[in-house]
C-alpha cells in the first residue's frame, strides 16, 4: 500500500487554520494589494460617445472613485470622449481538406481622448485594443455565437478597466505643445 502524504492528512485543524492565517500576513509581503479606489485628478467628467461604452465607463467610475459623473458637459470640469468602439472577428486558420473556419481571432478596438472645459487636450487619442482567439467547429454555431458573445463582454469589461487606470494619470492642465529639434 502507498503511504498518503498529503499534507491534510498530516496537519490537525488548528494547524491548518494557522498556516492558512501566516500565508495570509505574507501575501502583503510580496507587494500584492487589492485595487481599491481609482483616484482620478478632477472632481466631475462627462462621457460621451458609444453609448453601451459610455455607460459601462460612467458606472466603472461612479462606483470605484469619488468623481462624479454628469449629464451636461458644461457641469463637468474634463470631457471622455470615446471616438470609436469597433469589433472585428478574423479568421485565423482553415481546415486543410475542406476550407472551413477553425479558428477565429475577435478584437475589440475602444479610442478615446480627454479635454478641459476650454476643449484642450489632457489625454490624446488613445485606443486599447485587445484580442481573443476562438476555435470554431460549424456543428456548434448558436453556442460559439454566445461564447463570441461573452468573449466581446470580457474584452469591453478589461477595456473599461484599463481607461479607468489611464485616466488616474491624467493631467488637469494640457500637455506642452512639443517643440521643433534642432538639427
Same mark, same amino acid.
Given at each position: 500500500?502507498?503511504?498518503?502524504w498529503?499534507?491534510?492528512n498530516q496537519?490537525?485543524?488548528?494547524?491548518r487554520?494557522?498556516?492558512?492565517v501566516?500565508?495570509?500576513?505574507?501575501?502583503?509581503a510580496?507587494?500584492f494589494?487589492?485595487?481599491?479606489?481609482a483616484k482620478?485628478?478632477f472632481?466631475t467628467?462627462y462621457?460621451a460617445?458609444?453609448?453601451?461604452f459610455?455607460n459601462?465607463?460612467?458606472r466603472?467610475?461612479?462606483?470605484?472613485?469619488?468623481t462624479?459623473v454628469?449629464a =451636461?458637459?458644461? =457641469?463637468?470640469?474634463?470631457t471622455?470622449q470615446?471616438t470609436?468602439?469597433l469589433?472585428?472577428?478574423?479568421?485565423l486558420?482553415l481546415?486543410?481538406?475542406t476550407?472551413r473556419v477553425r479558428?477565429?481571432?475577435l478584437?475589440?478596438r475602444?479610442?478615446?481622448?480627454?479635454? =478641459?472645459?476650454?476643449n484642450r487636450?489632457?489625454?490624446?487619442?488613445?485606443?486599447?485594443?485587445?484580442?481573443r482567439d476562438?476555435?470554431?467547429? =460549424?456543428t456548434d454555431?448558436?453556442?460559439?455565437e454566445q461564447?463570441?458573445q461573452?468573449l466581446?463582454?470580457d474584452?469591453?469589461?478589461?477595456?473599461v478597466q484599463?481607461?479607468v487606470?489611464?485616466?488616474?494619470?491624467?493631467?488637469?492642465?494640457p500637455a506642452p505643445?512639443?517643440?521643433p529639434?534642432?538639427r
Amino acid at each position: 500500500m502507498i503511504p498518503n502524504w498529503s499534507l491534510r492528512n498530516q496537519l490537525t485543524r488548528p494547524a491548518r487554520f494557522a498556516l492558512g492565517v501566516a500565508l495570509c500576513a505574507l501575501l502583503p509581503a510580496c507587494g500584492f494589494q487589492l485595487r481599491g479606489e481609482a483616484k482620478l485628478p478632477f472632481d466631475t467628467m462627462y462621457v460621451a460617445g458609444s453609448p453601451v461604452f459610455s455607460n459601462q465607463i460612467a458606472r466603472a467610475i461612479r462606483a470605484g472613485s469619488t468623481t462624479r459623473v454628469v449629464a =451636461d458637459k458644461k =457641469d463637468a470640469e474634463v470631457t471622455l470622449q470615446i471616438t470609436n468602439e469597433l469589433n472585428e472577428r478574423v479568421i485565423l486558420s482553415l481546415s486543410g481538406t475542406t476550407g472551413r473556419v477553425r479558428e477565429v481571432q475577435l478584437r475589440y478596438r475602444i479610442s478615446y481622448r480627454v479635454t =478641459d472645459r476650454e476643449n484642450r487636450e489632457l489625454l490624446p487619442t488613445t485606443e486599447v485594443q485587445l484580442k481573443r482567439d476562438l476555435s470554431y467547429n =460549424d456543428t456548434d454555431v448558436l453556442g460559439k455565437e454566445q461564447e463570441e458573445q461573452l468573449l466581446y463582454r470580457d474584452m469591453r469589461n478589461d477595456a473599461v478597466q484599463q481607461v479607468v487606470r489611464r485616466l488616474q494619470v491624467a493631467r488637469l492642465e494640457p500637455a506642452p505643445a512639443a517643440k521643433p529639434q534642432d538639427r
